[in-house]
C-alpha cells in the first residue's frame, strides 16, 4: 500500500509501531496519533534508524525490532518531524538569501492553518465556560472562594441541568441496542413493538450499521406523519427529509449548498441579532457574508419588516444575499413569533427571491399565554399556491430540545421544501459524503412526538422575568418560548472604561466579574449579537428550582453592588 502510519508517540505510552504493506495491524495505546505518511516520499524510512531517536523512542525501537514480526517496521527520517519535538535539532535548508525554513517545521501553523477556521467564534462555550470550569476545579482542590459551587446556566443542555430522560425514549433505545432484551417482561410492549419496527428498517437488523444517508427509512416515514399531525394534515413527502446529526449539521449543511461567488456576487445570508453563533460561525467558516438584521427589543424581539428591507438593500451594495434564517421561538432572545409576523417573512422572502431557513428547534417550548407556535411550513401552505408552490423553506428540528432534551444523542432532521430537483440531487450527494448521522440518533428522532409538558419551564420561564425586572438597571421580555433569557443590563460608564483597558467587551467585563464573585455562569451578550451601545447577559432557565432561585437571588445582589461600585 502507498501509504502506512507513523506513529507520534508519547514518551512512556507507546508500546509499537507500524503497519503497510497491506498490514493494517496497529497495536498501539493511549497517547499515540497516528500520521498517514507516504512511503514513496519517504523511501530512506524504511530502514531502522535508531541513531536519530530520542531516549524513549530508542526504547520503542527495541521493543518494536524484538517484538513479533507483524511488528516489522519503523519509519524514521525525517526523525524530528517523524517522532515528536524531542531534543533531536533539525538542520536549516537554505531557501533563499533572506529566508531559512526548516525542513521539519510544521505544514499547519496558525499562519499557515485555513483562515476562516480563526474567524468561527462560538460564545456559548467561550472564555467565560472555560473559566467556570477552571473555578469548579479550584473548588474542588479546597481554593477558598465567596461561594460553594457554580451555577452554570450558559448553555441549554437539559439533561446537564438534571432534566430526567423520558423513560419510553430510552427503552426503545435499549431495546434498539441490545434486542436481547426483546425477551425481557419488565420492558412494555409499546417499546418492544416501536424498537422492533426501528431495527426492521436498520441493516443487519442492528443499530451498528450504517443506514442510508437521507435516514431509516422507517423514520422518515414516521417524522413525516408527525409534520403532518402537526402542521394539522398539510401534506409532507418523506423523501423531502434529511435526518442530522443534530440541528447544526442541517444548517451547515444547507449553508455549504447555498454560499457560492466572489466578491460583491459572495452569498449573503440574513440573521437575526441576537443571534445564536452556530450561524455567524458556519458563516465565518464558509467565508460568506453575514447580513444582520435587528430584532425589536422594545416589541419583545419581534421582526421587523421594515428592518428587513433596510439591512437587505444595504447588504446588496457589497454582496449577493440568498436567503434569511429565522430562530422561533428564539435564541437566545426567548420570543415566540406571531402568525402575521410569519406572514409577513414570507411574503419579504417571495418578493426578495431569498430561500427562507426556519430553525424551529424549540417548537415545543411555548409558555407563555397567548402565544402559539406556528411552523413556517403550515403558514406557508395556508398562504395558498402563490407562495406555496414557490417559496424555497427548510426547516429545522432536533432531539436536543423540547420535552426530550437528548442533545448528547445528536439527533435531528431538516425538511426541504420547493427545492429544485436537480439541487436535490446535489443535497443527497453531499450528505452521502458523511454516510449517515448517527444511527441511535435517528432512532430518537423516531420518537419525536409531544408526550409530555413543559410545565415546570413555564413556572421557570415567568419567575426569571419577574425577578429581573426588579432589579434597578435590569428589564427583561417576558420568556415566551425556548429556554432563554435575554435582558438587558445597564453599566455604568467607569466600569465600560475599565473592561475597555482591559480589552474586554463591557459585558464580558460584567459576566466574568460575575462569576468570579458569586459562582454563576452566564454568557455575555457580545457573544450573540446586539445594537450598539446596549448590552446584555444571556441565560437558560434550566436549573432546577431551588438553583434557578439562587442564581436570581445572586444576580440581583451583584448587579446593585456593581452598579454601586461603578457609579
Ligand atoms: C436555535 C438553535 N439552533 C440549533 C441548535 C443546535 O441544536 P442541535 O443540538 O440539534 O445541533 C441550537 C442549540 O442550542 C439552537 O439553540
Partial sequence: MAATWMQRISPGKAR????????????????????????AHHPASVAHHPATLTAPH????????????????????????????????????KMSDNVRVSPWAKVLTIDTMNPTVKKVEYAVRGPIVQRAVQIEKELREGVKKPFDEVIKANIGDAHAMGQQPITFFRQVLALCSYPEL??????????????????????????????????????????????????????????????TTGASDGIMTMLKLLVCGEDEGR?????????????????????????????????????DISELQRSLE????????????????????????????????????????????????????????????????KVLFEMGPEYSDSVELVSF??????????????????????????????????????????????????????????????????????????????????????????????IPKAAIEEAAEMDQAPDMFYCMRLLE???ICLVPGSGFGQKDGTYHFRMTILPPMDKLKVLLTKVKEFHEKFTNQYS
Fill in 16 to 39: 509499537l509501531l507500524t503497519g503497510g504493506r497491506g498490514d493494517a495491524a496497529f497495536v498501539c495505546t493511549v497517547g499515540v496519533q497516528r500520521q498517514p505518511v507516504s512511503v
Fill in 58 to 93: 530508542r526504547a520503542v525501537h527495541s521493543l518494536s525490532s524484538s517484538s513479533s514480526s507483524r511488528l516489522h517496521r519503523f519509519f524514521s527520517p525525517p526523525p524530528s518531524r517523524a517522532l515528536s519535538s524531542g531534543p533531536v535539532s533539525a538542520p536549516e535548508e
Fill in 182 to 243: 426483546l425477551n425481557d417482561n419488565t420492558f412494555p410492549e409499546d417499546a418492544k413493538s416501536r424498537a422492533r419496527r426501528i431495527l426492521q428498517s436498520c441493516g443487519g437488523s442492528s443499530l451498528g450499521s450504517y443506514s442510508a444517508s437521507q435516514g431509516i427509512d422507517c423514520v422518515l416515514q414516521d417524522v413525516a406523519r408527525y409534520i403532518e399531525r402537526r402542521d394539522g394534515g398539510v401534506p409532507c413527502n418523506p423523501d423531502n427529509i434529511y435526518l
Fill in 267 to 303: 452569498t449573503g445570508v440574513m440573521i437575526s441579532i441576537p443571534q445564536y453563533p452556530l450561524y455567524s460561525a458556519a458563516l465565518a467558516e464558509l467565508g460568506a457574508v453575514q447580513i444582520n438584521y435587528y430584532l425589536n427589543e422594545e416589541k419583545c424581539w419581534s421582526m
Fill in 314 to 377: 444595504e447588504a446588496r451594495t457589497h454582496c449577493n444575499p440568498r436567503a434569511i434564517c429565522i430562530i422561533n421561538p428564539g435564541n437566545p432572545t426567548g420570543q415566540v413569533q406571531s402568525r402575521e409576523c410569519i406572514e409577513d417573512v414570507i411574503r419579504f422572502a417571495a418578493k426578495e427571491r431569498l430561500l427562507l431557513m426556519a430553525d424551529e428547534v424549540y417548537q415545543d417550548n411555548v409558555y407563555a399565554e397567548g402565544c402559539q407556535f406556528h411552523s413556517f411550513k
Fill in 397 to 490: 428540528h432536533s432531539t436536543s430540545k423540547c420535552y426530550m432534551g437528548e442533545c448528547g444523542f445528536r439527533g435531528g432532521y431538516m425538511e426541504i421544501v420547493n427545492m429544485d430537483p436537480e439541487v436535490k440531487a446535489q443535497l443527497t450527494k453531499l450528505v452521502s459524503v458523511r454516510l449517515c448521522p448517527p444511527v441511535p440518533g435517528q432512532a430518537l428522532m423516531d420518537l419525536v412526538e409531544r408526550t409530555a409538558t413543559l410545565s415546570a419551564l413555564a413556572e421557570k420561564a415567568k419567575l426569571t422575568a419577574e425577578i429581573l425586572n426588579t432589579v434597578p438597571g435590569i428589564s427583561c421580555n417576558p420568556v415566551q418560548g425556548a429556554m432563554y433569557s435575554f435582558p438587558n443590563i445597564s
Fill in 517 to 519: 464573585e458569586t459562582g
